[in-house]
């Protein structure tokens, strides 16, 4: 099976968002994924987030941190959790280890399909930038669950001793 690189796309209408990942999601795209996140709390007029993963081929444990930020940002402003659509068996699976089922609802198809999407430009991120949104994605993973604690302490420890910077700890 041939991977694509990934790619995102995002639509507001209604008072709903749509975050579609495609492809191969990986920490390349985790500046982009940042910046949605920390957008979409203040958002005006927002009633509802989707996040669509059904063309997502994967999504690594970086971008799977700022999908967790995104919720966390989300908790307490929304009537309703923040949806995930996924028809992907490993991803679904991978969703139910990491314990996304107590910030999203989970669903293999949406009530509705988005309007226009259109691809988000690629937020550029240079190695520190990157490395520091790498450590804040697995801190976030880190408190969603026990066992992601136990799964990402070691990797979080390494970056700690790879020099960011202690403002961004």
Do not use: W
Request: charged share 25%; with cysteine.
């Amino acid at each position: 099976m041939m991977i694509h690189e990934g790619r995102i796309q995002a639509a507001f209408d209604s008072g709903v968002f749509v975050l579609k990942l495609c492809g191969d999601v990986r920490l390349t795209l985790c500046a982009t994924l940042d910046q949605q996140a920390q957008q979409l709390a203040d958002t005006p007029g927002l009633e509802a987030v989707m996040v669509d993963l059904r063309e997502a081929s994967n999504v690594d444990s970086t971008a799977l941190g700022f999908l967790a930020k995104v919720a966390m940002a989300l908790r307490g402003r929304l009537e309703q959790a923040p949806t995930i659509v996924v028809d992907n068996p490993d991803v679904r699976r991978m969703l139910d280890v990491m314990g996304f089922a107590s910030y999203y609802t989970l669903v293999e198809s949406p009530i509705t399909e988005p309007h226009e999407l259109h691809d988000l430009t690629e937020v550029p991120a240079d190695e520190a930038d990157t490395r520091q949104r790498v450590l804040e994605a697995h801190r976030i993973l880190m408190r969603m669950s026990e066992h992601n604690r136990e799964q990402f302490q070691p990797l979080v420890e390494m970056l700690e001793t790879q020099g960011v910077p202690s403002e961004h700890r």
